[in-house]
């Protein structure tokens, strides 16, 4: 049995387990809007990946809902064609960043640091994953925590299914997470 596991594809994937992509973005924007921010970027090259993608399309019905029309510029590409990591700064900078992963989150914090930006005390970054990569410097970013542990355990019982019964249904299988507050994010009075 074949089950893909944090990916999807209409043509490939018959049977896959994924994160909540779309509704943990849309959570995590709506978190900034708590916290009194309006403008947003989006940092992730949405069409490099599914889960990417529903990320952005969970932060744009957020976007929406709050009335939000979103700057071309704030749309910022965070690979090239060859997947090489690469995010250039706009040139009016938003209140708030929000990340497909924490990896891209943390690369934008190190280079906002570097034109001389302090998080969060100028702008609010947030990313996606709760993951931190061996190696990177721990930046204390909040983020969606995806749950891996039930999505390993929906994937097995997936897979035992399909060895049992391989004429059984397969499907797409969406496992929530939770957002985990950490110091990223600067607390702003809505009235601020």
């Known amino acids: 049995p074949v089950i893909f596991l944090d990916f999807y594809d209409k043509e490939l994937a018959k049977d896959a387990v994924i994160a909540d992509n779309f509704y943990g973005m849309y959570l995590m924007t709506g978190y900034l809007f708590e916290q009194g921010f309006t403008k947003m970027a989006y940092v992730g090259s949405i069409h490099a990946t599914s889960s990417i993608m529903d990320r952005y399309c969970g932060f744009y019905k957020a976007q929406l809902e709050h009335g939000q029309v979103l700057p071309e510029e704030w749309l910022i590409e965070d690979r090239d ?24 989150a943390g690369i934008l914090i190190l280079e906002l640091e570097k034109q001389g930006y302090r998080v969060p005390e100028d702008i609010s970054v947030v990313g996606f994953d709760n993951y931190l990569y061996p190696g990177f410097p721990d930046k204390k970013i909040t983020s969606y925590e995806v749950n ?8 097995l019982e997936k897979a035992l299914k399909q060895i049992k019964n391989p004429d059984s249904g397969r499907g797409l299988s969406v496992v929530s997470g939770k957002i985990v507050e950490k110091e990223s994010v600067r607390k702003r009075d809505r009235g601020n």
Not at 92 to 97: I, K, L, T
Not at 148 to 155: D, G
């Open 148 to 155: 891996t542990r039930v999505m390993v355990k929906v994937a």
């Open 81 to 104: 064609e060859k997947g090489t990591t690469n995010i250039t700064l706009p040139q009016h900078m938003p209140e708030a960043f929000v990340c497909n992963c924490d990896l891209t």
